[in-house]
């Protein structure tokens, strides 16, 4: 079991490891009025010490767009162990797509940890050596 070290820089509710599935929700640390269009770093209320190793992947949650119209602006956040100061505040990078209101403590993300991908060294060549699929979109397609 790893262990992730967790400092609260805002009064926020604390979060909760559920039973079901890997990620770990993240909550709003303020209330957040935006209008269509607008961007917005939303604080997440908490900075982390992550496991030696490993990095943060974090992802909007499956409700957020339904939710609050906002979307993750990076498509998806990364967060590597080197951001672990006590100041290092998480935030979620967010681009409204309507106006919208998102109260402090609502659950508008997710996170969970992956290892370190290993040293890679790229081989460039001639040919791959393998059969064409078809291009993108092509699964499945006779």
Not at 18 to 47: K, Q
């Amino acid at each position: 079991m790893e262990t992730i070290k967790i400092k609260y820089l805002r009064d926020i509710q604390k979060i909760e490891r559920f039973n079901v599935g890997d990620w770990i929700d993240l909550r709003a640390a303020e209330d957040i009025y935006l209008s269509e269009g607008e961007f917005h770093l939303i604080p997440l209320g908490v900075a982390m010490e992550l496991p030696e190793g490993y990095e943060a992947l974090v992802a909007p949650r499956s409700s957020t767009f339904k939710k609050y119209g906002i979307l993750l602006a990076n498509s998806i956040g990364v967060i590597d162990e080197s951001y672990k100061g006590d100041g290092d505040e998480w935030h979620f990078p967010a681009l409204a797509m309507r106006d919208t209101f998102i109260a402090k403590n609502e659950r508008i993300c997710q996170f969970r940890i992956i290892a370190h991908q290993p040293m890679i060294h790229l081989k460039e060549v001639e040919s791959l050596g393998n059969k064409d699929r078809g291009g993108i979109g092509s699964t499945g397609r006779m």
